[in-house]
Nanobody, 114 residues
Framework: QDQSGESGGGMVRPGESLGLSCVTS????????MGWYRKAPGKQHELVAV???????KYSDYVQDRFIVSRDNGKKTLYLQMNNLKPEDTAIYYC????????WGEGSVVTVPS
């Protein structure tokens, strides 16, 4: 069964940074494009960043130039470096394949108080 374990979240002040990790199991990680998603209270999951199988990154407009996605295929791990965090980045962050499929993991909570 495919599983993911997100970690690295926390509470930080605006302008600070956090780094998230997602260790996967059960999937051929290197064969999949992977994405970071987030879900804010009362909202649907939204795509934040994508890492292609070759490591090419794409970002949503609201995190462009602030977040960096990377991957280590040998460790089956996806990373998200989040810089200059803003209160509107407050959400639970998840990793999944891109497009997302299967069930969501527990996610990692990121809180940026205003």
């Amino acid at each position: 069964q495919d599983q993911s374990g997100e970690s690295g979240g926390g509470m930080v002040r605006p302008g600070e940074s956090l780094g998230l990790s997602c260790v996967t199991s059960g999937i051929g990680f290197s064969a999949y494009a992977m994405g970071w998603y987030r879900k804010a209270p009362g909202k649907q999951h939204e795509l934040v960043a994508v890492s292609s199988t070759g490591g090419i990154a794409k970002y949503s407009d609201y995190v462009q130039d602030r977040f960096i996605v990377s991957r280590d295929n040998g460790k089956k791990t996806l990373y998200l470096q989040m810089n200059n965090l803003k209160p509107e980045d407050t959400a639970i962050y998840y990793c999944n394949t891109f497009p997302a499929e299967g069930r969501w993991g527990e996610g990692s909570v990121v809180t940026v108080p205003s």
